[in-house]
């Protein structure tokens, strides 16, 4: 570092470093090395400044490895013998970088926008994987990275830091996704009022069921948000603004498990509706590992239970939840927690780096909750096929590991090791794994749902050339 005062020729040699202090420490030990007499052209003096005595060095042992800091210093110089001028040094200090973290963050919302096609399931275990994935830095404002498809929006800039605008942008952003959603959904059924009733037409394309991908997709980036804005109001450049992104942010983070409870609550007052176990189908045996492999698929993904009741009509609006859930109690505890699991882990890092006991205990909260779902899934095994279940364990218990090892690290970086790096990499690793899982069953949904069109193509294709007889 250097620093140049401009002053007269006679006067240079007057100039002298008195002290340096640093804040919250009070003065540092310095030691000029090297320093020249001549007043022309000029005078220098080259400084050694010792670091703090405190544990950590320059930076607090209380930020972890990998949150960027930063650290002042003010010089002292003096003229003659009194002291005349300060000088305050900004010195920012790079966090260790992560390098898997950012592959994890674009792979993950890339199958999460791929997901809104297809089942919830995959899109709520990508979305437990994101909130959780950023514990480690025990900071809300550098956790927060937007939407699921992020569109960048700046939303009353002035005097807001970079968490605050990135969590604007997340609602807003997802909130355009849904509307984009519902609005193809809703031209679809519009186009088929002319060949079939309003009724037929929504029960066709499974509405408002077939919203639930896209409304569980959103959620956790949702909620995080909204949390985030409500826990910022006291220093919100935009009160007013904050409140209402704040509180519809919640409100649609709050419509999956309303339908899934209002779904679950009317079929349980049905006595002809019920959730049967059905037999596999014996597929055609295959020759050799690549059809014995292609047999296990087909037994895996084949649906072990059906809904069944008098009239299937009356389930289509719910057609796509209950293809995959058989308990649908379980499904609303997949959302609630989801719920839950994003607002601790924002929670946690409100108070930054210099409360890690709070993030850790947080951390701590959301392991216990996971762990107990997972454990309530492998007893009751709550989906309709052997790959939902295989898939919903392996990213739940995959998702709790990630966060043992985010867990684990804070406690070690405590200690400003760099030893115990290794635990990143296994998070990252872990939740590389999440998405590959999460991307395989997100394409059987979509094979599932390539199939589903194609039926209801083919109705309307016979509905149409019967309304062009009939006209």
């Known amino acids: 570092m250097n620093i140049s005062l401009m002053t007269q020729a006679f006067n240079t040699k007057r100039w002298d470093l008195d002290n340096i202090t640093m804040t919250g420490i009070g003065p540092l030990r310095f030691t000029i090395v090297n320093r020249s007499d001549d007043v022309v052209p000029m005078r220098w003096l080259v400084v050694l400044v010792d670091p703090p005595t405190r544990i950590g060095g320059w930076i607090t042992d209380s930020v972890p490895l990998f949150v960027d800091a930063t650290f ?26 992560r390098a898997l973290a950012g592959g994890v963050e674009t792979s993950a919302k890339s199958t999460q926008i791929i997901s809104v096609l297809s089942s919830g399931s995959a899109g709520s275990s990508l979305g437990r994987l994101l909130v959780t ?26 005097e807001s830091t970079t968490g605050v605008v990135a969590a604007r942008s997340a609602i807003v952003s997802n909130l355009l996704l849904i509307i984009v959603v519902f609005s193809v959904l809703a031209v ?6 002319s060949q079939m009733p309003a009724s037929m037409s929504m029960n066709t394309f499974c509405f408002p069921s077939s919203l639930l991908p896209a409304l569980t997709v ?3 980036s949702t909620v995080a948000a909204a949390t985030f804005l409500l826990a910022r109001l006291g220093s919100s450049a935009c009160f007013a603004g904050d409140v209402l992104l704040g509180v519809v942010g919640l409100a649609v983070a709050a419509c999956p498990c309303c339908f899934v409870v209002y779904v679950w609550t009317s079929l349980e007052r049905q006595k002809s509706v019920s959730c049967e176990r059905c037999d596999v189908r014996h597929t055609e045996e295959f020759v050799g590992c690549i059809g014995t492999v292609v047999s296990a698929v087909r037994k895996g993904t084949e649906r072990r239970w059906k809904w069944r009741c008098d009239d ?4 289509k609006y719910a057609w796509v939840l209950l293809l995959d859930v ?16 994003a607002v601790a882990a924002v929670i946690g890092g409100l108070s930054g780096s210099a409360d890690v006991d709070s993030c850790c205990g947080w951390s701590i909260v959301v392991i216990v909750l996971m762990c107990i779902q997972l454990l309530v899934l492998l007893y009751y095994q709550p989906f309709t096929s052997l790959f939902a279940n295989v898939h919903a364990a392996l990213t739940l218990a995959l998702t709790c590991l990630s966060t043992a090892f985010q867990l684990a690290l804070l406690y070690e970086s405590l200690s400003t090791s760099v030893s115990q790096l290794w635990l990143a990499e296994a ?3 872990c939740g590389l794994i999440i998405v590959g899982v999460s991307g395989i069953k997100t394409l059987m949904d979509l094979r599932d749902g390539v199939n589903a069109c194609r039926r209801r193509f083919t109705i309307l294709q016979t509905l149409w050339r019967k309304h062009r007889r009939n006209g």
């Open 218 to 220: 959103v959620t956790p």
């Open 427 to 429: 998070t990252a690793v």
């Open 72 to 97: 002042s210093m003010n010089l002292l110089f003096s003229c003659d013998v009194e002291s005349t001028l300060s000088v305050t040094v900004m010195i920012s200090s790079t966090g260790v970088p």
């Open 133 to 158: 994935r950023s514990l480690i830095l025990c900071d809300a404002d550098s956790a927060m990275h937007g939407g699921v498809l992020d569109l960048g929006f700046v939303i009353c800039a002035t």
């Open 326 to 341: 058989r308990l649908l109690w379980y499904a609303v505890m997949d959302l609630a927690l989801l719920v839950v699991i």
């Open 188 to 193: 679809a059924m519009l186009c088929c009022r």
């Open 312 to 315: 299937t009509s009356q389930l």
